[in-house]
């Protein structure tokens, strides 16, 4: 769990510029996972759900990244 400050000041929505509302946008505070655990609040959930974000395993940290330059 982080507070709204630490997410900021870590710079979890990324190194650029914040959009303009952001703050009002974040809650209080901000669960991120560290497994591949989830909780859903039923099991209809867990069936419509194919993917889910806000963790810090490897897997979800590490973005395939494609460059293609034109000569």
Known sequence: MLTK??????????????????EDMIGDYIALAISDKS???????TREM???HAGLTE???RIPF????KK
């Open 50 to 52: 194919r993917g889910v």
């Open 59 to 61: 897997a979800e940290r």
């Open 66 to 69: 494609i460059v293609i330059e």
């Open 5 to 22: 400050d630490e997410a900021l000041s870590e710079r979890l929505f990324g190194t650029g510029n914040d959009r303009d509302g952001l």
């Open 39 to 45: 909780i859903f609040i039923t099991h209809f959930h």
